[in-house]
Antibody
Framework: EIQLQESGPGLVKPSQSLSLTCSVTGYTITSGYDWSWIRKFPGNKMEWMGYISNSGSTNYNPSLKIRISITRDTSKNQFFLQLNSVTTEDTATYYC??????????????WGQGVMVTVSS | DIQMTQSPTSLAASVGESVTITCLASEDIYGSLVWYQQKPGKSPQLLIYGATILEDGIPSRFSGSGSDTQYSLKINSLQPEDFASYYCQNGLSTPFTFGSGTKLEIK
């Protein structure tokens, strides 16, 4: 069974960096698919942040491009989110998810349970 | 970016009724539309992809329709477990974008 699990600090100070880890079990992230970060704001808006592919290439939402970095540790089957220069507007629940495809249609088929991150001094 | 306009924002219905949620894309997404269900404190669950294809294990009372820019999710004969939030998502191109969500509540 494929499972994703986010971890990281729940509180980050403004102007600092937010760092989260997604640990994947049941599937090797280098075997296929793309591995995404998605966030849901307190007002329920959802935003796709970016992904790292199974080959290690990345694709970021242009709205975050100068602040975001997604990396991975293949030995631990983990991928990571770093978001720099955070503000209170980055307060959200952060999810990692697998970007799959069926019949050629992209879809997020496996999700972590989410981690709530608050940006506050 | 492709904007996804979802309506209504909230909806109240009774067990046994049918409801429809709509999603309008700002441009043709060629059927690459995904629907998710999210319950409080849980992560989103994939319901429908390709606008009309039901994910394995999802009850047949859920159905999707639409093409070009207009899409709908219909839930027939609502069950207590269906009261949740629903989101559409553009799957055509990055950045993937989501609708604002519809909260389905019990009347």
């Amino acid at each position: 069974e494929i499972q994703l699990q986010e971890s990281g600090p729940g509180l980050v100070k403004p102007s600092q960096s937010l760092s989260l880890t997604c640990s994947v079990t049941g599937y090797t992230i280098t075997s296929g698919y793309d591995w995404s970060w998605i966030r849901k704001f307190p007002g329920n808006k959802m935003e796709w942040m970016g992904y790292i592919s199974n080959s290690g290439s990345t694709n970021y939402n242009p709205s975050l491009k100068i602040r975001i970095s997604i990396t991975r540790d293949t030995s631990k089957n983990q991928f990571f989110l770093q978001l720099n220069s955070v503000t209170t507007e980055d307060t959200a629940t952060y999810y990692c998810a697998r970007l799959g495809a069926a019949y050629g249609y992209p879809l997020f088929d496996y999700w972590g349970q989410g981690v709530m991150v608050t940006v506050s001094s | 970016d492709i904007q996804m306009t979802q309506s209504p924002t909230s909806l109240a219905a009774s067990v046994g009724e049918s409801v429809t949620i709509t999603c309008l894309a700002s441009e043709d997404i060629y059927g690459s539309l995904v629907w998710y269900q999210q319950k409080p404190g849980k992560s989103p669950q994939l319901l429908i992809y390709g606008a009309t294809i039901l994910e394995d294990g999802i009850p047949s009372r859920f159905s999707g329709s639409g093409s070009d820019t207009q899409y709908s999710l219909k839930i027939n004969s609502l069950q207590p477990e269906d009261f949740a939030s629903y989101y559409c998502q553009n799957g055509l191109s990055t950045p993937f974008t989501f609708g604002s969500g519809t909260k389905l509540e019990i009347k």
